[in-house]
């Protein structure tokens, strides 16, 4: 009983260096080296106009992993065959292209066959960002947030709960906004702050001015969501799925973060009843997503 109180059940506040932030300095680092390398690819800069984040192209992006559903799954053999006068950034022989033509250059490969199912563009975009305005935005609320929640959990469990979160929130980004190409590590922050938001609320009685830190925290995730729905640059789904992602996985494998529910004597009961439907609610979405997302064919999208 007791080893299981020692993995599970947590109630020795940590110092602020037990753990070093291994995991939030490493994931910086690769974020902002990817920046770069699509910068470099892009040739520079591309205008304020086309990206009012100060970035590549949403064409680069996408060539180089971004969310894009038609090249995630097949698109309709019919739609395939339409033709329109190739973007200026293909280099083929005729003037005209068929989608079918123009997904081979976009998805960067050199024959889908229709269905190309890149998957690993649920996972990529945690790690590509829109432009200079969008990774300095992400990156200071990562160091803020991740740093101090990296030095409480340890480097294991923030990473699971990072790529959960952002996994997850492109997933539901795809699902519910398919006819974008989208990047970015909000969802995986989004999960990060989920995590926070439920650590100062559990541990509300030994915090200074509680109300404060909540209340801070509630208008930045209301906001966020709302300028997400106004705005069509912010992708407002991956919030939304990263919120919850990093809700169920931060109960599932975050010690201390349980209420006793049902007032039961030891508090490993309610922990592992909150852990088990956490997981099970985990698995829930992850397949469900899966299921929703494969049923239909790809939307025809061209980049503008």
Not at 186 to 192: D, M, Q, R, V, W
Not at 200 to 209: F, G
Not at 258 to 284: E, H, R, T
Request: aromatic share 14%; charged share 10%; with cysteine.
């Amino acid at each position: 009983m007791m080893s299981l109180k020692k993995i599970f059940i947590d109630e020795q506040p940590r110092e602020a260096g037990t753990h070093f932030p291994f995991f939030v300095i490493v994931v910086t680092i690769v974020q902002i080296a990817l920046f770069i390398y699509t910068i470099v690819y892009n040739k520079g800069l591309t205008s304020m106009y086309e990206n009012p984040m100060a970035g590549p192209s949403s064409l680069t992006l996408t060539r180089n992993g971004a969310k894009f559903v038609p090249c995630m799954k097949p698109t309709q053999e019919n739609d395939l065959r339409t033709t329109t006068a190739c973007p200026s950034d293909i280099s083929f022989t005729n003037k005209t292209c068929t989608y079918e033509e123009y997904l081979w250059y976009l998805c960067n490969t050199d024959n889908l066959k229709g269905f190309p199912y890149q998957i690993y563009r649920l996972f990529i975009p945690i790690f590509l960002h829109a432009g200079i305005i969008h990774l300095v935005l992400n990156l200071v609320n990562q160091l803020a947030i991740g740093i101090i929640l990296e030095h409480k959990f340890n480097s294991i469990r923030i990473s699971i709960i990072y790529i959960l979160s952002g996994i997850g929130g492109t997933l539901l980004s795809a699902i519910g906004l398919p006819q974008y190409s989208s990047v970015g590590a909000s969802g995986a922050l989004y999960g990060l702050l989920a995590v926070y938001f439920m650590d100062t609320i559990r541990n509300w009685r030994n915090l200074q001015k509680p109300w404060l830190i909540l209340t801070f925290q509630g208008i930045f995730i209301i906001a966020s969501l709302i300028i997400g729905i106004l705005i069509p640059i912010v992708d407002y789904m991956a919030h939304i799925g990263g919120f919850l992602l990093g809700i169920l996985s931060g109960l599932v494998i975050c010690p201390n973060l349980y209420w006793n529910i049902c007032k039961y004597d030891s508090p490993i009961q309610p922990k592992l009843i909150i852990m088990a439907g956490s997981s099970m609610f985990v698995i829930a979405f992850f397949l469900g997503g899966f299921i929703g997302f494969f049923r239909t064919t790809a939307p025809v999208y061209w980049l503008k």
